[in-house]
Structures are given as C-alpha cells and as structure tokens.
C-alpha cells in the first residue's frame, strides 16, 4: 500500500508541475508582449505593432516577431471572443507596451 500512496502523490505533484508550464506566458517577457499583441487583433482592437516592435530591444525583436507569429497561427486555428472587462484589460496593455 505505501508504494500506491507514493504513485498518488508523484502523480499530483506531476499535475501540478504540468499546471504551471501550460499557464502561458510571463508578464513582462517579449513573449507576454506577443501574446497580449495577438490577443488585441482577436479582440478587434487597433494595435501599432511596429511602434511596439520599435520600443523592444534589437536582440528581443526576432524572439517577438517569431513569437507573435505563432501566437497569430493558433489564435487563427481557434479564434476566441473578447469579454468588455478582458478587452479595456487588453487596450491598457497595449497602450503601456506603445509608450514603453
């Protein structure tokens, strides 16, 4: 029996580790960038995405540009509806990552 409370436990913890890998991006990595970019098209807002990409660093443009292609390709696949709470959310963060 101590062998099957040991298998529970891996098992849960697993789980739990496996929770924290799929929550997504990091706020304020360029990858958090991308995907907040990505989600303001999903939500119709209107983004200056080269005024974004000019504020970023010259080593970090590549990692957000491949990033935001990736993120546009899955948001294509399954598009997702935008809620008025989560879109003046989106709208704030697209403006402080404009004025960054």
Same mark, same amino acid.
Request: hydrophobic fraction near 45%; charged fraction near 25%.
């Given at each position: 029996?101590? $062998? ?8 849960? %913890? ?5 929770? #924290?890998? @799929? ?7 360029? !990858? ?5 970019? $990505? /989600?303001?098209?999903? #939500? ?5 995405? %080269? +005024? &974004?990409?000019? *504020?970023?660093?010259?080593?970090? *443009?590549?990692?957000? &540009? ?6 546009? @390709?899955? %948001?294509?696949?399954?598009?997702? *509806? #935008? !809620?008025?709470s989560e879109r003046e /959310? &989106?709208?704030?963060? &697209?403006?402080?990552?404009?004025? +960054?």
């Amino acid at each position: 029996m101590p $062998s099957i409370l040991k298998l529970a436990a891996a098992a849960a %913890s697993f789980a739990a580790v496996g929770a #924290c890998t @799929v929550a997504g991006p990091v706020p304020g990595t360029v !990858e958090y960038a991308a995907a907040t970019v $990505s /989600r303001a098209y999903d #939500c119709g807002l209107p983004v200056d995405r %080269s +005024r &974004i990409l000019a *504020r970023l660093d010259r080593q970090d *443009r590549p990692r957000f &540009i491949a990033a935001n292609a990736g993120y546009a @390709v899955k %948001s294509y696949k399954a598009p997702h *509806r #935008c !809620e008025a709470s989560e879109r003046e /959310r &989106i709208k704030g963060e &697209i403006g402080a990552l404009a004025r +960054r």
